[in-house]
């Protein structure tokens, strides 16, 4: 038994090595390692699939019905019914005509609840040959029964052809040849007949499989842990519900809802764990009418999940909106249990269902039981105060509730400031103090800041001036502030004073100074570390100070004390990222290697090479090409009339200070080779060069230019981007 034990109960892997060894066992040894695992799997078709085939393999047919009868209506998987269909004719194979009709049955009792299925279409195909090989009984009534016969196979075929399975083209091939093989005649109404619902349903099949191929059909039923696997296949379950709900295919009320209730079940065979699946499902059935589906969906569901609490509420409050008061009060009373251990909300929410459903005596009288029960808290308290004052429009009863509570419950600051809120409803400030004042005085500081608070709120929004003033100071002293400093007043005070709601008689700008200068001055005298100051400031330093009390508080400001001052001409660092970079060299190719050395040297900035060739990429760089004014392309060997790279001349231009100027509306490029020569040439001028292509040589040039210019001040150029070159003498 230490194989048959599994190391996590929802283990799916340890699930699937239980299931192989089970195989491998005796049908003795392994019932109990199948029975474990469909205890945690219930809805595991495979599992049941392979428990039955275990037991058919040694002609256990008692054992073999009794498994269907367990695993059939919970696992609408076709593998499953089809080994249950096998299973049946090998039973029944002998019979006779008995056997044959008890055969037909369990086929049209498979197709009622499988039929649906995308993989259905061998069943329906299985199901027409069974149908095509009966003999007939009687010669003397053989046209009567082949008639008979031809009937019920014709509609077969036309169940079959507006499913949308995967052989769905494969049957309606199979059921134009049947229809022609009775009778041409009869054969072309009907064929046309069904042909625009066989159309919709292939239309329709094309788009359900998108959805199918998104789920995982040998996924084990595990309680959710909120893996991207789960969520992914809830929401492909999702969008094949929507899908199905939508109606597509725009056949009857009755056979779409079928689909969808057939594709609710087989999605809680793996979504079993899912209350939010259980809950969608009971009331898509609410809604369409079926009350009884809904209760239905709701017990199976809390026999899934006996835990969950939602779906008892859930089923509760269908039962009670319904009429069924008994029903909903035993669901009730089943979250109570024996009352030991219910919990305070299962008694608040069972005094709300009395209120409603038996009137105020029925629940005053369970409140009087619950409260002495030890899961009472003082939430019951509350609750059912509320109910006292709001519904029965009772102050004295919910005064008396809260005053028994506060013998039990004066440790609970948001018990009191309940209390103190019934107060207030009920204008009676003389209680409210007293209730302040007992708390204050019973709760250690720690706790009774928010009790502090409403009462400075309690007597800014209710008292008088004098009074307000005082419970401000006191609270002060109350947190470590000696009688001095309690006593003076700051201006934060003043704003608390004279604010009401999101109104504040001063700037959001002004609330952060403030609330930084209250800061500040708590740590005047501390010796606070250098880490706690914002920006690595001390308090020493008077222009830090400044600073910090400037800066809002709601902003986190990096520590720039420790930050290197960027220093273009400081050298590289040596070790192992030289190394490094050696590396990098010794695998670059020759070619590479040279070109990168005679790169120019640049102080500053390091460029983002990315960028530069982002924009590289972007930009419509020139290159040889043909013109189009009848000028031949350059060919091995050949050559062909030079023109300059940016200029987009088709032609050559004798031009002073040897300019090339670009006709208007005319875009040809030269060749490389007279670029090339042109900057070769040692004796031409910055002005007479090309504009380079790349970015840096680009940067270059223009500063080139713009010394000549400067010197010589007899040439002005356009963008060298775009190629456009002007001429001017000076």
Known sequence: MEKTTMTDKYSVESAETLANEAQGLPIAEAIPIYEQLLQLFPTAAKFWKQYVEAHMAVNNDDAVKQIFSRCLLNCLQVPLWRCYIRFIRKVNDKKGIEGQEETKKAFDFMLNYVGADISSGPVWMEYISFLKSLPIQLQSMHAQEESHRMTVIRKVYQRAIINPTHQIEQLWKDYENFENSVSRQLAKGLISEYQPKYNSARAVYRERKKYFDEIDWNMLAVPPTGSSKEEMQWMAWKKLLSFEKGNPQRIDTASSNKRVIFTYEQCLMYMYHYPDIWYDYATWHAKGGSIDAAIKVFQRSLKALPDSEMLRYAYAELEESRGAIQAAKKIHENLLGDGENATALAHIQFIRFLRRSEGVEAARKYFLDARKSPTCSYHVYVAYASVAFCLDKDPKMAHNVFEAGLKRFMHEPVYILEYADFLTRLNDDQNIRALFERALSSLPPEKSVEIWKRFVQFEQTYGDLSSMLKVEQRRKEAFGEDATTASESSLQDVVSRYSFMDLWPCSSNDLDHLSRQEWLA????????????????????????????????????????????YDPKQNPGTGANTNAFDEILKATPPALVAFLANLPAVDGPTPNVDIVLSICLQNDLPIGQSGKTGIPSQLPGGSAPATSELSGSSKSHPVHSGLSHK????????????????????????????????????????????????????????????????GSTG
């Open 522 to 565: 708590k740590n005047l005298n501390k010796k606070v570390e250098k880490s706690i100051i914002p920006n690595g400031a001390t308090l020493t330093d008077k222009g830090s100070v400044a600073n910090i009390s400037n800066t809002s508080s709601k902003v986190v400001y990096p520590d720039t004390s420790k930050m290197l001052i």
């Open 663 to 726: 006709p208007p509306g005319r875009k040809h490029y030269g060749k490389r080779k007279e670029f090339d020569r042109q900057e070769d040439d040692d004796t031409t001028s910055v002005q007479s060069q090309p504009p380079p292509r790349d970015a840096f040589r680009i940067r270059q040039f223009q500063k080139a230019r713009a010394n000549s210019t400067s010197q010589t001040g007899s040439v002005s150029y356009g963008s060298a981007l775009s190629g456009d070159l002007s």
